[in-house]
């Protein structure tokens, strides 16, 4: 036990000795959680699965890691698991997580039913009082969920895209300041002095966009995305959602489906549609060219631009990014964004992101 004890303290992951038995862990959930209890038990005493005296911080998509980067700076060390551009609805961790949860001093997912794969993977493993925070639960009521084409009522799953709403991602850094705060008080004031800064930008972010709103004609304020990712988003600026062309399954729609956007686009007259070029989309590049509206194909939801350690590559990088590219497609004056500061409040280079 001592030498795989070593090994993992080396890697701070499962070492290959452990690849056969985690390999079938991934066919035998109840395995998950002795790997991660072995994992457990080779934490150094007394450190709580610190990493240098550092809190040690799971999250899973990437807009949520540099959130929490962002109020946590560089006293946390977090570990985005999901990796960008991957689908985070039907995303797997890999049986080696269950070591990175076992070391955890706090867990942080959307919740909303966003990762459950990975919820269940915490769920399992994380030691006991280690807390695992639903931010999506914890910010709206089931009042306020959102369901829609692609997460119907009836199915129970609420649309779990809170953050591209910049209030609702304000509530997250709250949140993620309170409990960084409660884990780690002497590290309290910082953690504010890190929220009160990103709420600062929060704040100019969301009235950068009520101002660039008003100046898109009302009769534009349409939006038809490749995944339907800013319903919460359209209710709090005044947008409508047209339609979304992949839903939480990726699945492709009908025929029929496809022939009712054509008509409605056409009817509505709206200029312009939006794909992604994480998850190329040949049924948008049809129904643009049926319509005549332009095909802007580089919108994301959960892929940071650029890449780690450029001035972009944040959650506020990222909304700058897509309000700009939808916003000016659509007739609107995108020019104030261009001031706008996206670096990091605090911590560059303090989190771990998976590509």
């Not at 953050?163 to 780690?184: F, G, H, K």
């Not at 990103?198 to 490749?226: C, H, S």
């Not at 007259?269 to 095909?295: D, H, K, M, N």
Request: glycine share 10%; aromatic share 8%.
């Amino acid at each position: 036990m001592e030498t795989y004890c070593n090994e993992l303290q080396k890697r701070d992951t499962v070492a290959p000795v452990f690849g056969a038995f985690l390999a079938r862990a991934r066919r035998v959930p109840s395995l998950l959680v002795v790997a991660g209890l072995l994992a457990a038990s080779c934490a150094s005493p007394g450190t709580g699965g610190e990493d240098g005296g550092r809190l040690r911080v799971v999250t899973t998509v990437s807009p949520l890691t540099n959130l929490v980067q962002n109020v946590g700076g560089c006293r946390i060390r977090v570990t985005g698991i999901v990796p960008e551009g991957v689908n985070s609805h039907t995303f797997e961790p890999a049986p080696s997580d269950a070591a990175l949860m076992a070391q955890a001093d706090v867990v942080f997912v959307n919740g909303l039913n966003l990762e459950l794969p990975t919820l269940e993977l915490a769920e399992a493993n994380v030691r006991d009082g280690v807390p695992i925070v639903q931010l999506g639960n914890r910010t709206i009521s089931r009042e306020e969920y959102i369901f829609d084409f692609s997460f119907p009522e009836e199915e129970g799953d609420p649309n779990p895209h809170l953050w591209t709403n910049p209030p609702y991602a304000a509530e997250y850094a709250r949140i993620v300041a309170e409990v960084l705060a409660e884990l780690d008080p002497e590290g309290e004031d910082g953690y504010r002095r890190n929220l009160e800064g990103f709420l600062t930008r929060i704040e100019e972010l969301d009235g950068l966009v009520r101002e660039v709103t008003a100046t898109v004609p009302q009769e534009n304020r349409k939006l038809l995305t490749y995944h339907d990712s800013f319903p919460y988003f359209a209710r709090e600026y005044g947008w409508e959602i047209i339609g979304a062309i992949q839903p939480s399954d990726f699945s492709e729609p009908t025929p029929q489906e496809v022939a009712s956007l054509i008509d409605q686009i056409r009817a509505e007259g709206v200029p312009a549609i939006f794909g992604s070029e994480v998850f190329p989309s040949p049924v948008l590049e049809q129904i643009a060219r049926e319509t005549g509206a332009a095909y802007v194909d580089d919108l994301r939801d959960d892929d940071l631009p650029g890449e780690p350690g450029d001035p972009e590559h944040s959650y506020l990088g990222l909304m700058a990014f897509d309000y700009r590219t939808f916003m000016g497609a659509l007739g609107g004056d995108v020019s104030p964004f261009d001031g706008f500061d996206t670096t990091d409040v605090a911590g560059e280079g303090c989190a771990d992101y998976r590509s």
